[in-house]
């Protein structure tokens, strides 16, 4: 016959729930094992300090009698007072008047016709594009007025072909651009007042030396006076490479 065993009796049926148990109690144990501090315990006397009322010395005040400051010494009066009589008579100087009047400004009068005026006649300046007649360059003489500004222009152009020389400091620089030249065709027809901008010195140089070579012309006209004319030209300095 067989034995029988009864399921409320085992003893393996809730291990796993005891060993947690059993391991959390252990652990908290433990940590307060770790966690328990001690302390030294001194003895300390309680005693009564007692302290008695210091007893304060009063100083007493003294006056010290200082004596005053001396007295300022008197002021000395040096001046004398002298009583002068009063009974001379004082003479007035009479002051007379610089004002200048109509009668002593104008001594002699003066007739309009004594005076003499001088007529001063002013340098007028005009620009090419504006002026009535424009310089006569040499070879230019007797043609119309459009005629002999469009010879005018040619001439110059040739001018410049025929004079331009390309500076050899400016080449082995290797400087090339635009210089714009103006200058003035005076009432006597000569060549002033030369100016010149470009990129360089170099080549604004020879741009003034090829204008300062134009040759003497008949000055322009305004109003059938010689006047000053304004001209301005470009010349162009550019090399070929290779």
């Keep these: 016959m067989k034995a029988k065993k009864n399921p409320e009796m085992e003893i393996g049926r809730n291990s796993s729930l005891y060993f947690a148990i059993g391991l959390n109690l252990m652990l908290l144990l433990s940590w307060q094992l770790i966690e328990y501090k001690t302390y030294d315990k001194e003895d300390v006397e309680i005693e009564v300090l007692s302290m008695n009322k210091e007893h304060e010395e009063e100083i007493p005040i003294v006056n010290v ?18 009583i002068v009589d009063d009974s001379k008579e004082i003479e007035e100087t009479v002051i007379e008047s610089t004002e200048i009047t109509q009668e002593t400004a104008i001594a002699d009068p003066v ?13 007028v300046q005009v620009a090419f594009a504006v002026i009535e007649d424009v310089p006569v360059f040499p070879g230019c003489e007797g043609l119309s007025k459009q005629k002999t500004k469009a010879c005018f222009q040619e001439k110059m152009q ?72 304004a001209y301005a030209i470009p010349i162009f300095f550019k090399f070929q490479e290779g």
């Design 158 to 229: 040739a001018h410049v072909k025929n004079h331009f020389t390309y500076p050899q400091e400016a080449l082995d620089l290797g400087i090339q651009g635009r210089v714009s030249v103006i200058f003035v065709i005076g009432s006597n027809g000569y060549i002033t007042g030369i100016k010149s901008r470009g990129p360089d010195k170099i080549l604004e140089k020879e741009a003034e030396r090829i204008i300062s070579k134009l040759p003497q012309m008949q000055p322009g006209k305004q109003r059938g006076k010689p006047v000053k004319v």
């Design 65 to 82: 009698n200082t004596p005053p400051p001396p007295p300022p010494p008197p002021a000395v009066v040096s001046e004398t007072m002298k």
């Design 111 to 123: 007739e309009v016709s004594d005076v003499v005026v001088e007529e001063v006649e002013e340098e």
